[in-house]
């Protein structure tokens, strides 16, 4: 129930933060007023949206992979999970990694 719920909230989210991310990449190259290209800067470059971003991409792909596996027959539910819930957290837990490299350069 928890992957299902998760799944569906994972979706709305990116489906608004996706565009609002690469809006705000594109708006703020362009030739747009100074507060609003300010204000997007500072939405690009947020760091809490960049990770929730990053970890819903990650664990809603996971449990996407999850799901097509039910779905072509694999029965074993629990080991699913708790394996597309491990690969999640160390693809996550690497990008946080790399993240903070690439910051403290």
């Given amino acids: 129930m928890f992957v299902w719920v998760?799944?569906?909230?994972?979706?709305?989210?990116l489906v608004i933060l996706l565009p609002l991310q690469l809006l705000s990449g594109v708006l703020r190259g362009?030739?747009?007023?100074?507060?609003?290209?300010?204000?997007?800067?500072?939405?690009?470059?947020h760091d809490f949206l960049n990770g929730l971003l990053a970890f819903l991409v990650v664990f809603?792909?996971?449990?996407?992979?999850?799901?097509?596996?039910?779905?072509?027959?694999v029965r074993r539910e629990k080991l699913l999970f708790w394996a597309c819930t491990l690969v999640g957290a160390i693809l996550f837990a690497a990008f946080l990694v790399v993240w903070r490299l690439t910051l403290a350069t």
Avoid: C, E, K, Q
């Avoid at 998760?6 to 989210?13: N, Q």
């Avoid at 362009?30 to 470059?45: E, K, L």
């Avoid at 809603?60 to 027959?73: E, F, K, P, Q, T």
């Fill in 30 to 45: 362009g030739t747009v007023n100074p507060d609003r290209a300010r204000w997007m800067t500072d939405v690009h470059r």
């Fill in 60 to 73: 809603h792909g996971a449990y996407g992979v999850r799901n097509i596996l039910l779905d072509l027959g």
């Fill in 6 to 13: 998760f799944h569906r909230i994972s979706g709305i989210l």
